[in-house]
């Protein structure tokens, strides 16, 4: 029983010290809710949500597909965070997906006013520029669901516009950033490469079990990957030195 003790005890504290040293290896403390940009995409999907119920009429196909290009722009970048810790592919992807999804929600919005013959602010209109200030102000989406209730369908329009476009914005960053990071550091089998190699420089060169397997020289259960308890234990005097 004893050398089963022994042998789970260091089990334990390699793979402790293991853990520890490879805790950059496939990040997972990646939160996606922190990103601006998600945040933002929260703050539009709130907005979209009532506006689509409020103003379009019961039975029109738009609310739902704008209520859908709204979650889709939100969702993927999430998605698209979380598999990004092995795929750097797949990643980007779906960022991608999720800016053509409110570009294709801004097209409703625009279309929206112009069939109505209500007014887009103008860039350079006061009312414009001071939606743009309060919204790179606030991303808390409950500000959004709250102010909403007492703006008409144009206000709340250009206000979903505004919201689209900083975050358009800030999606555009957010791909760059992550096509600098792959150029620098490459994808999932590069990660891989350098943390085996890692591995392998702080263990001598060998694997957990020797170069061999199971039985291998310097193995993890001694030369020749043998419990204590069996010939070829330290004290045995045939052991080669």
């Known amino acids: 029983m004893p050398q089963y003790i022994w042998l789970f005890t260091r089990l334990f504290v390699t793979l402790r010290a293991n853990m520890e040293e490879d805790k950059d290896f496939l990040r997972q403390d990646s939160d996606y809710r922190t990103l601006k940009a998600f945040q933002k995409a929260e703050c539009i999907y709130d907005v979209t949500y009532y506006f689509a119920h409020k103003f379009l009429k019961t039975g029109d196909r738009t609310i739902d597909q704008m209520i859908q290009a709204a979650r889709s722009g939100k969702q993927n970048l999430a998605e698209g965070n979380i598999n990004g810790i092995t795929s750097k592919e797949m990643e980007l992807k779906l960022t991608n997906v999720n800016r053509a999804s409110l570009h ?32 790179k102000k606030h991303l808390d989406s409950a500000i959004y669901r709250e102010k909403i209730k007492e703006r008409s369908d144009e206000t709340i329009a250009n206000i979903a516009i505004t919201l689209i476009h900083q975050c358009d914005v800030l999606i555009r960053g957010l791909i760059e950033w992550k096509k600098r990071d792959f150029k620098e550091k490459g994808g999932i089998k590069e990660e891989m490469y350098r943390a085996r190699k890692e591995w392998q420089k702080r263990n001598g060169g060998y694997g957990f079990y020797g170069t061999n397997g199971g039985n291998g020289y310097n193995g993890f259960y001694g030369a020749y990957g043998q419990a204590p308890n069996e010939p070829n234990k330290p004290n045995d005097p045939n052991r080669p030195h």
Do not use: H, K, M, S
């Open 104 to 135: 294709e929600l801004l097209l409703d919005y625009e279309d929206y006013l112009r069939v109505r013959g209500l007014e887009q602010w103008a860039y350079d209109d006061p009312r414009c520029r001071q939606t743009r200030d309060f919204c």
